[in-house]
């Protein structure tokens, strides 16, 4: 069983439309985040939740738009996609906020994310 | 304002040799917490070790090792006897109370072992 499962893995859509990146995590764990790698490897926090609250929302678009139904899945919308979202998107998962800055986070296999 | 720095952009080996990553980071709290990730060529990230700072014993596990030096602040990666299942990019990361917790990720070191 995956721990922290993305997805899609792939994803190539056009400029202008809107998507999602699904995630889910069975680890029981209470919070979840979302990370952005560039094309250089760089990964930068963009979202937090803990228990269906979001706790860190550092500075991005509003084009995009985190979601929580629940405290084991957190979803990434995108809207009015530009050339420059083009990333691979990371979900992770630790049992607390506190815990994943102490101890580490677990991460799903990322979404590759190509806009063109 | 925290920072890790991973000089290394890129290093190549041959199989069976030693090689270090270096990781070099900058933080004002006297408590915080290092990390190394693995993230192969498959795209996953995954967690390798954790460290805080009040332990500064080196750890082992199998062929890696780490090294962790308050007094230079750096936290090395080595790996003894590469093999190509080594090759992937190599994240340090560092998470402390000056910067929310949130960690902060040098930009990696990629490491690729020839056989």
């Known amino acids: 069983d995956t721990a922290v499962s993305q997805t899609p893995k792939y994803l190539v859509t056009q400029m202008g439309n809107d998507k999602s990146i699904k995630c889910e995590q069975n680890?029981?764990?209470?919070?979840m985040y979302w990370y952005k790698q560039d094309s250089k490897k760089f990964l930068k926090i963009m979202f937090s939740?803990?228990?269906?609250?979001?706790?860190i929302n550092e500075t991005v678009p509003n084009r995009f738009s985190p979601k929580s139904p629940d405290k084991a899945h957190l979803n990434l919308h995108i809207n009015s996609l530009e050339l420059g979202d083009s990333a691979v998107y990371f979900c992770?998962?630790?049992?607390?906020?506190?815990?994943?800055?102490?101890?580490?986070?677990?991460f799903g296999s990322g979404t590759r994310l190509t806009v063109v | 304002a925290q920072k890790v720095t991973q000089a290394q952009t890129e290093i190549s080996v041959v199989e069976k040799e030693d090689v270090t990553l270096d990781c070099v980071y900058e933080t004002r709290d006297t408590t915080y917490y290092l990390f190394w990730y693995k993230q192969p060529p498959s795209g996953e990230l995954v967690f390798l070790i954790r460290?805080?700072?009040?332990?500064?014993q080196n750890e082992i596990s199998g062929r890696y090792s780490w090294n962790f030096q308050k007094s230079t602040s750096s936290f090395n990666f080595t790996i003894t006897a590469s093999q190509v299942v080594d090759s992937a990019v190599y994240f340090c990361?560092?998470?402390?109370?000056?910067?929310?917790?949130?960690?902060?990720f040098g930009r990696g070191t990629s490491l690729i072992v020839h056989p």
């Open positions: 992770a998962s630790s049992q607390s906020f506190t815990t994943g800055a102490l101890r580490g986070y677990t």
């Open positions: 990361a560092l998470s402390a109370s000056g910067g929310s917790y949130i960690p902060t």
């Open positions: 939740y803990n228990n269906k609250e979001l706790i």
């Open positions: 460290r805080n700072s009040f332990d500064e």
């Open positions: 680890l029981g764990h209470d919070t």
